[in-house]
């Protein structure tokens, strides 16, 4: 039976398996909406804005590691999708975006509604197609999910001319697609693996470093047993956190800008690093210059272009990184070598001793809300189980630093473009995929407002988001950047006339609480999580002029971190093994 | 160190500015960059001249084998290569000393005249990079009117390869 390019996409996306669809209708869409309301297996998610639309969807694959799936029409729909498309893409998060375009005979002569969606998006995606020809549009979806969950995951735009959309011709989903040009390594060389092995047992204070490859590539596990099985220190990146469980003693925290003192002295002292799907970036690595001097480096990548991209390797290893740890594990039972118990056991007095400062310790008050009691409370009362989302700022560091994530694509935030806005849209993709989870979005309100119109979404839906607003009446980064860095000039970091949050919530159907004392945090968040029918949005009004500590500033090593000034700095008392 | 980069790649419309936006996007140097379908017309082939450190030079390898379109790809200048460009030329020749002089020059270069006037000569020259800017460089920039230079095309020596 013949099919028009419209009822083809629709049921291309079901034959792909895709739950749901985030998505805004438009002109050059509309013959694929028609389509889409002809049928009950694909959901549509209708979002507020189309930035909404790709968080979502993001969310939702950041959550459940399938591919999230976008909708939007031509022109203004995909310009309002390029911030989240370029958010997916520093993730490296699976995202197909389907995109109409005006019809093919206009394409060119700056038609209503006309954007060169092929070229806007071209430096932020995976890649793009335009689709011209409709035989070839069930190929090039399939394609584009093929591209977009394979290899470093990451979006893919197809974009469909409105005429595409209503010629016929016959529907043939193909079962696998083979791109001769696309062949990603799968296995790790075995004598890259060998020698990396080599190198590991041999190491006398080792660290491994791991960062959103483990989650990304679901390798967790295996992360987990080889961890285990060395007795090694691990750390992960932001991207990172729930690849290896945050309360397991082998864990050092989170290393960085950030991070925990140990984690980051450990980077610095280690003499063999062990990095898996981790990609050096500089809020990880800080001054090129000083990072790990004394270590040789081994590097696990799927991505052939993150390794020796910004810190020289000296064992590069191409490949899934499952794959990779998996046989990394058998090599390490069945090597002759052993770890060097005694070497490693000083190894660990040192990085307890480095431990104790307690580097995220913060003063709690009576008085005035710590936003990181907040973010502790609500892992308390969660038992570590909750979804997280956060937005850009302060919030984000202090959600990191206090959520213990346990569990793999539980902590879901924009790592790589760091983008305000992120955190509720993100939720809603979180909540749809797991509806009986609970979700909280921890943000501030700074960014909150930049997609608050996706609460809208949330009533239609029925999302029952904890909306976490740390609300410090700042752009709290910008201002600890200006306090650090600028002599308190606090340029156009102050949230004057905000709006008042409880009556914003109200009036888009929710329930509003303001929480002002330290004493009623518990309360409002059990009441919150308890009720599971309906989002809460909780302004907590928070110290003005915390800080995230420790600190690593523009310039500075692992090993010079800006503590909280009353913390004692170990680094000079310490001896290097 | 300049590299003489060769590429096989879909012939896609579009493929051609992938590799452009990945030079500008990354910061990289493109000194020229040719491309033409191939015998077999759906694949193209580019050769792209550019230059940076070693590690430069690695990343941008890296990064174009990631283009979803490049099918393979040749760092010609690792081994034994051959590398061509042709420039068309406009040369005053309006009294007869500079004519005979052009004409002198174009000989000993392997130029040919490939169209003449009562004022003008334009000459065709094949040859790599360093003969071409001799040859400009002999000519003299006054006597100079217009140059076009195709850019570089290279091909390995012996038996090495890049087919598909
Ligand atoms: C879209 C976007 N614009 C600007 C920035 C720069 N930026 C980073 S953090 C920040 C302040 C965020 O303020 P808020 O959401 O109130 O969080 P806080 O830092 O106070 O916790 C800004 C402006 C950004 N990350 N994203």
């Known amino acids: 039976m013949e099919l028009t390019g ?13 739950e749901y669809i985030f998505g805004y209708p438009g002109g050059a869409a509309l013959h694929i909406y028609d389509a889409l309301h002809r049928q009950q297996e694909v959901m549509h998610i209708l979002v507020r804005h189309e930035q909404g639309a790709t968080h979502a969807a993001d969310g939702y694959a950041r959550s459940t590691g399938k591919p999230g799936v976008v909708l939007v029409t031509s022109g203004p729909g995909v310009t309002n999708t390029v911030t989240g498309i370029a958010t997916a893409y520093m993730d490296s998060i699976p995202m197909v975006v389907i995109t109409g375009q005006v019809p093919s005979n206009v394409i060119g002569q700056d038609a209503f509604q006309e954007v060169d969606t092929v070229g806007v998006t071209r430096p932020c995606v995976k890649h793009n197609f335009l689709v011209k020809d409709i035989t070839k549009l069930a190929e090039t979806i399939k394609k ?18 409105k005429d595409i959309t209503a010629q016929k011709t016959e529907y043939i989903y193909p079962d696998s697609v083979n791109i001769r040009s696309y062949q990603p390594t799968r296995r790790g060389h075995p004598k890259q693996i060998k020698k990396a092995v080599q190198a590991l047992l041999t190491a006398q204070r080792p660290v491994i470093y791991t960062g959103g490859g483990i989650i990304l590539g679901d390798a967790h596990e295996e992360l987990t047993e080889l961890v285990r099985l060395l007795g090694y220190p691990c750390t992960n990146t932001l991207m990172g956190l729930g690849g290896y469980p945050a309360t ?51 590097h696990v990548d799927v991505d052939p272009s993150s390794i020796s991209k910004n810190v020289p390797a000296s064992i590069p290893v191409v490949g899934e990184a499952k794959l990779i740890l998996k046989e990394m594990i058998e090599s390490v039972k069945a090597s002759e070598l052993k770890p060097d118990d005694a070497a490693i056991k000083n190894w660990w007095q040192t990085i307890d001793k480095w431990r104790a400062l307690d580097s995220f310790g913060y003063d709690q008050s009576d008085e005035v809300i710590k936003p990181q009691y907040v973010v502790e409370k609500l892992y308390e009362l969660t038992q570590g189980d909750a979804f997280v989302t956060s937005d850009v700022g302060q919030h984000q560091m202090f959600a990191a630093q206090f959520y213990k994530f346990d569990y793999p694509r539980r902590w879901i935030n924009s790592g790589g473009l760091g983008t305000m806005g992120f955190g509720l849209p993100a939720a809603m993709g979180v909540q749809l995929a797991h509806p009986d989870a609970t979700v909280a979005t921890i943000t501030g309100e700074g960014s909150i407002v930049m997609c608050i119109q996706e609460l809208s979404t949330c009533l239609q839906y029925d999302l029952p988001i904890n909306v976490i607003n740390l609300n410090n009446r700042y752009l709290g980064m910008v201002r600890q950047w200006q306090e650090f860095f600028y002599e308190r000039r606090y340029s156009h970091s102050y949230m004057d006339a905000l709006p008042d949050f409880v009556k914003l919530a109200e009036s888009f159907g929710h329930v509003g609480l303001r ?63 | 160190m300049r590299h003489v980069i060769s590429i096989v790649m879909e012939n896609e419309p579009g493929a051609l500015s992938r590799v452009s936006g990945l ?71 309006h009294e007869n000393t500079t004519r005979e002089e052009m004409m002198r020059l174009s000989e000993i270069f392997r130029g040919r005249i490939i169209d003449v006037t009562d004022t003008v000569y334009t000459i065709e020259l094949t040859g790599n990079s360093n003969k071409i800017d001799s040859f400009l460089e002999a000519l003299g920039e006054k006597n100079i009117i217009e140059v076009v230079r195709t850019g570089v095309s290279g091909i390995a020596r012996g038996n090495r390869s890049l087919k598909i």
Request: a negative charge; glycine letters at 6%; charged letters at 25%.
């Open chain 1, 6 to 18: 419209a009822e083809i996409t629709i049921r291309c996306l079901r034959d792909e398996g895709v």
């Open chain 1, 144 to 161: 584009a999910f093929h591209i977009a969950t394979t290899g470093k995951p990451g979006p893919v735009v197809v974009d469909i001319p």
């Open chain 1, 248 to 298: 397991d003693p082998l864990f050092i925290g989170m290393l960085g800008m950030h991070g925990t003192y140990e984690s980051n002295m450990a980077m610095h002292d280690c003499d063999v690093l062990l990095a898996v799907g981790a990609r050096f970036d500089d809020r990880v690595t800080g001054e090129l210059a000083k990072f790990c001097p004394y270590a040789k480096i081994i």
């Open chain 1, 515 to 577: 929480i002002d004392k330290p004493g009623d945090v518990e309360d409002a968040l059990k009441q919150a999580i308890a009720d599971t029918g309906r989002l809460y949005f909780m302004d907590f009004v928070t110290d003005q002029t915390e800080n995230v500590y420790p600190m690593i500033a523009a310039g500075k090593g692992h090993h010079e971190m800006h503590l909280k000034p009353d913390k004692v700095d170990a680094h000079d008392q310490r001896e290097l093994a």
């Open chain 2, 23 to 93: 030079f500008s996007a990354r910061g990289y140097n493109i000194e020229s960059l040719i491309v033409a379908p191939t015998e077999d017309h759906t694949l193209s082939r580019m050769t792209l001249v550019t230059s940076g450190s070693d590690s430069v030079i690695e990343q941008i390898t890296k990064q174009l084998n990631k283009l979803i379109e490049v099918v393979k790809l040749q760092d010609l200048t690792e081994n034994r290569f051959i590398e061509r460009e042709m420039m068309l030329i406009k040369v005053k020749a």
